[in-house]
């Protein structure tokens, strides 16, 4: 039996399910008639880590990022990943809003998780690995304890815990 049990503390999107409901939007944004004729497009920059959204006008596009956000939620991948931008004007008078897609914890994150974790007086220890914060402890219980307290946390950021042994 090993001497000390661990989990991971990360934040990752599955960027296979981002690309299905990009897909399932762009097919519904095609299909409805309020969106006939329009330039409207959603394009994801997998290397910038980013979604673009251009639409006629902000209230189009308005639609189209709740279109999205709805097509994220049904498939299992969390909205709060997505950091939207302001609503900026682009070329032909079109409409475009830039959303960053966050993957890994931030240094600044990664601190404020460890710093919770110490403050909550667990008997557990967490270190930053990278981007993602590695906790162990000795109990199984105990690791499953700082499990529920870090999900009682709002740390404006979605969390995911893995590497559970």
Do not use: C, H, W
């Amino acid at each position: 039996m090993a001497d000390l049990f661990s989990f991971d503390v990360v934040s990752k999107v599955d960027m296979q399910e981002v690309k299905n409901a990009i897909d399932q939007a762009l097919k519904e944004i095609t299909q409805r008639f309020d969106f006939k004729g329009t330039k409207t497009e959603v394009t994801l920059k997998e290397k910038e880590m980013e979604l673009v959204i251009v639409s006629d006008d902000e209230y189009k596009l308005k639609s189209v990022v709740d279109i999205v956000r709805g097509k994220l939620v049904k498939r299992n991948v969390s909205v709060r990943a997505f950091t939207f931008g302001a609503v900026e004007p682009s070329l032909g008078g079109l409409a475009r809003q830039v959303a960053k897609i966050q993957s890994g914890l931030a240094m600044e994150k990664a601190k404020e998780i460890v710093k919770e974790i110490k403050d909550g007086k667990l008997k557990v220890q967490a270190q930053i690995q990278a981007d993602q914060v590695r906790v162990q402890s000795k109990s199984k219980d105990e690791l499953q304890t700082a499990i529920a307290f870090l999900k009682q946390k709002d740390f404006g950021i979605d969390l995911q815990f893995t590497n559970y042994r």
